[in-house]
């Protein structure tokens, strides 16, 4: 099992920054892509950004130029630079985690999220 714990998130004003971080423990050897997907009050949850172990990234379209993922492969923690903030990027973040290369819409492990909202 890989457990993730997540940090970083908050309240900000419209065209701020944060930065979230997820850190993963157990059988992180076993992980392969791990990123973050988020879910906005009355609505489903959505993919916002992977990055792969060998650090390719791939990004919804909505915070393309925006947001930046990483990744500490030595702590085997993710991180989201999230900058440009938007009312409409509110809601609760939640870490993903996954054997495959890519996370796919049902990724092996999550994290408990965190909460960032965005004034306007």
């Known amino acids: 099992q890989v457990q993730l714990v997540e940090s970083g998130g908050g309240l900000v004003q419209a065209g701020g920054s944060l930065r979230l971080s997820c850190a993963a423990s157990?059988?992180?050897?076993?992980?392969?892509?791990m990123g973050w997907f988020r879910q906005a009050p009355g609505k489903e949850r959505e993919f916002v950004a992977r990055?792969?172990?060998?650090?390719?990234?791939y990004y919804t379209d909505s915070v393309k130029g925006r947001f930046t993922i990483s990744r500490d492969n030595a702590r085997s923690t993710v991180y989201l630079q999230m900058n440009s903030l938007k009312p409409s990027d509110t809601g609760v973040y939640y870490c993903?985690?996954?054997?495959?290369?890519?996370?796919?819409?049902?990724?092996?492990?999550w994290g408990q999220g965190t909460q960032v909202t965005v004034s306007s």
């Open positions: 993903a985690a996954s054997e495959a290369i890519a996370l796919g819409s049902s990724p092996d492990f």
């Open positions: 990055i792969s172990r060998g650090a390719g990234t």
């Open positions: 157990g059988r992180t050897f076993s992980v392969d892509a």
